[in-house]
């Protein structure tokens, strides 16, 4: 049977495993029992030294840079990376999971992409891990696992508010009866069984609720306390001194995030082939900013400038995919020295500013600094790369929330009805207008070629 | 009735009518911790801030300046003079008769059969806060122009907007409930189809009672997205059969590609049977409680019987019932 720290590292067995075996001295050294752990896993591939973790060190590294190659990398190979869903690995992988954790939680803050990328990894690995497992053993681990992650006999709704407000669980998929969580058939029965007619009460059980709705309830639970762990180390980081050989890791895991980021860029878009940076299309703008352009009344002005612009314009310039990557980036990441956010996006988003009536910054002056805190670089008047990081890049708001927020800016056309946000609106008509425009194109094109 | 009141009226009705013990017990607890805001002149709260550490300071600033209207925060603060140190808040819904969705009056501003609809919907969210979500410190509040509901289980008052807004969907029926559904063993075959009506319980219930709501007061007359006047008038046609609960033979006779777009469209409209600013805002103002509501000349007042609540009864002020024309 699979342990349950396989799963849930931060559970007591998985504590008892570090403090018995996790110094951190050692951690670089060469391993011989993981080596073999590893090239014995499952379809691991092994023709290359760079896929076996040598040590704990290596394996921490590993575990992040699995995720962010497999998001990004259109070359991803599961085999590259088998031994993560070998059980047999795992009392390194439970400490090497410490050693990720700390690193990241030392050396970035709580919202940077590095510890983002390794709380999305850990969630990622239970989902696979969990997968893998036989379903006649699957039952009993994730029951097990139930039991360890929630104290009382059901779930009060109400103590799983972090996980509905990381919006990965809608309130509505989940079954609630008197303020509980219902996840077990027992209870389902005793709940609601006399209410269904016409058919069997447990096969409706297994549809509604079943092991999805455990599986999804574990794995964010998990995330979530993987993101506390990390909070916490953070916390502490500032009062004691961090191993050296932590912060060597923590910049390994920057720089395989880094590459997996490249490999993505360069192998070529997707769907419209946008992944990189261009130039402002402003035909392919929605409804809601070309009015938000034009400049805003009273009512809506702030939001409209700081919330809405500030976020389209600047991503969509700098990163139109990051829905579709689903990685968050700082804008330095692409405009390294902050040429084309001070010359471009800046300048745009002042104007639209200063036709508003009555103009923003005349009786909001410092919503110029809210404006630099929304690109990530904290509040102050300007962006500055020292300050990057002080404040998260925010990404813009959804349709939903506009429609909500700054209802008199949403006019939708037809565009807007198969989308969900203006810069998915923005990735969509500009493919849409390249695919008509880029007949006459090519027929340039084979013209010079001529 | 539903008229603006004078000045002189407002006076009379704070010093003769208006007593600061009726303050439901949920405000005078914990008073000063709130913030307060006052609207003097008709156009708007802009007197804000304010704090009241005694009942009797409440009651002497009431009596002396008989506000146009008066307004406490949802939030509870360490300073509140400056919004500071926020607590938490109370989780609140804001049903507003004139802004309802779907309502059969088709009045200008409001009028009993929208009150009472309004009313029959706060009776739908009541009913799904406490038994879906088991919440139990629920207060029902007349506004004047509809209800608040406020509730304030310890629990939900430290939630962050974005649970308040998930919240708000589950209670008003503003996501379009799935309807397909796979079992684990069956990964790779067809899903299941199970539409919102067939499951008795949880959201899909509540979905259904919110829709169902709708259809039977739709006049025929709105314009709502998605819905185009075919198919508004076979709802209208057809919807005997939700009343009579046949759910199954509705949707055939509206047909299962227009039903999709149908529950999609409803959900939509779900959305604004609650005025969502209003619940995800931690920091709003609401109307006090005993104040006058002097728009429309009405008591804004806690209801503790609101299955049998008759504001034309129980919500006029004094001097309304003396006015000749009453
Ligand atoms: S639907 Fe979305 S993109 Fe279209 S106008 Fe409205 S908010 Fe903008
Ligand atoms: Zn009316």
Redesign the interface.
């Known amino acids: 049977m699979v342990s349950l720290s396989f799963l849930n590292p931060l559970s007591s067995e998985g504590e008892e495993i570090v403090r018995e075996k996790g110094s951190l001295d050692h951690i670089s050294d060469i391993n011989a029992e993981l080596l073999m752990v590893v090239r014995e896993s499952e379809s691991q591939k092994i023709s290359n030294d760079s896929y076996i973790p040598q040590s704990y060190a290596d394996l921490a590294v590993k575990r992040v840079e699995w995720y962010a190659r497999k998001k990004n990398d259109k070359k991803y190979n599961h085999n590259d990376y088998a031994f993560l869903l070998n059980p047999e690995i795992t009392e390194f992988d439970v400490i090497s999971f410490y050693i990720a954790a700390q690193s990241v939680g030392i050396k970035f803050k709580p919202n940077s992409r590095e510890t983002r990328l390794m709380i999305e990894a850990q969630g990622k690995l239970v989902e696979e891990r969990l997968e893998k497992i036989p ?1 006649y053993q699957r039952k009993e681990i994730v029951d097990n696992l139930l039991n360890q992650l929630v104290f009382e006999d059901n779930i ?4 799983i ?1 972090e996980l ?2 990381s ?1 990965k669980i ?11 969580v ?1 996840l077990e058939k027992d209870d389902f029965m005793d ?2 069984d006399e ?5 069997p009460s447990e096969k ?1 059980y ?3 609720i ?3 709705i455990k599986i999804m309830i574990i794995t964010r639970m998990i995330m979530q306390n993987t993101e506390n762990y990390i909070k916490r180390v953070h916390d502490m980081a500032s009062k004691i001194e961090p191993h050296p050989s932590l912060l060597q890791i923590a910049d390994q895991i920057t720089e395989k995030i880094n590459e997996s980021i490249s490999y993505y860029s360069s192998s070529g878009g997707g769907f419209g082939g946008d992944i990189k940076a261009s130039e402002l299309v402003h035909e392919a703008f929605p409804p809601c900013i070309q009015k938000t352009i034009e400049g805003v009344g009273s009512g809506n002005r702030n939001d409209a400038i700081v919330l809405l612009l500030t976020s389209f314009i600047s991503y969509a310039r700098l990163y139109p995919s990051v829905f579709r990557n689903d990685i968050s980036m700082k804008i330095s990441d692409i405009d390294a020295d902050l040429q084309i956010t001070i010359n471009e996006i800046l300048p745009l988003i002042y104007d639209a500013a200063d036709r508003c009536t009555p103009p923003l910054f005349e009786d909001d002056p410092q919503e110029k600094l809210n404006i630099t805190a929304k690109l990530g670089f904290g509040v102050h008047t300007i962006p500055e790369l020292k300050n990057e990081g002080e404040s998260k890049w925010y990404t813009p708001m959804s349709c939903e929330k506009i ?3 700054l209802s008199s800016l949403c006019k939708p056309d037809a565009t807007c009805k198969n989308i969900g946000n203006p810069l998915s609106y923005y990735n969509r008509k500009r493919w849409e207008l390249r695919k008509s425009g880029g007949k006459s194109k090519t027929n340039e094109d084979t013209k010079n070629d001529e | 009735m539903f008229e603006a009141s004078t000045l002189e009226e407002r006076r009379r009705y704070y010093r003769e009518e208006w007593n600061v013990k009726e303050l439901p017990d949920f405000i005078k607890k914990d008073l000063n911790k709130r913030e307060f805001g006052f609207d003097h002149l008709g156009n708007g709260p802009n007197d804000r801030y304010r704090i009241f550490k005694t009942q009797d300071m409440i009651r002497r600033f009431m009596r002396y300046r008989s506000p146009f209207a008066a307004y406490c925060s949802i939030a509870f603060y360490n300073k509140p003079w400056q919004r500071g140190d926020w607590l938490k808040s109370e989780l609140v819904f804001d049903v507003d008769a004139k802004d309802l969705p779907i309502r059969s009056c088709n009045c200008e501003g409001v009028c009993n059969i929208c009150l009472n609809e309004a009313r029959q919907i706060v009776l739908l969210i009541l009913d799904t806060l406490r038994g879906d979500l088991g919440l139990k410190d629920i207060h029902m509040i007349y506004s004047g122009r509809g209800y608040h509901i406020r509730v304030l289980d310890e629990e939900v008052m430290t939630f962050d907007s974005e649970v308040r807004s998930q919240v708000l969907k589950y209670v008003s029926g503003a996501e379009a409930p799935k309807n397909k559904y796979v079992l684990e063993n069956e990964v790779d075959q067809k899903p299941y189809e199970l539409e919102h009506f067939l499951i008795p319980f949880g959201y899909p219930a509540v979905f259904t009672s919110r829709v169902k709501h709708s259809i039977m007061h739709i006049t025929g007359k709105e314009k709502i997205e998605n819905i185009n006047t075919k198919l508004l008038k076979d709802i209208i046609k057809y919807r005997n059969l939700v009343e009579k609960g046949e759910w199954g033979l509705f949707k055939n006779k509206i047909g299962p590609i227009r039903y999709k777009n149908f529950v999609e469209s409803m959900s939509q409209l779900n959305m604004g049977i609650v005025d969502a600013k209003v619940s995800i805002d931690l920091k709003r103002i609401l109307r006090l409680p005993t104040s006058l509501h002097s728009k429309v000349s009405m008591k804004c007042m806690e209801v503790k019987n609101i299955e049998n609540f008759d504001p034309l009864k129980e919500a006029v002020p004094k001097f309304v019932m003396e006015r000749k024309d009453y």
């Open positions: 379903s009060p709704w109400t103590s508010a509905l407000g919006k809608r309130l509505a998929d989940l079954i609630l009866d008197q303020g509980e219902i709940r609601f209410k269904i007619i016409g058919r409706m297994d549809l509604l079943g092991e999805r429609k909500i927020h």
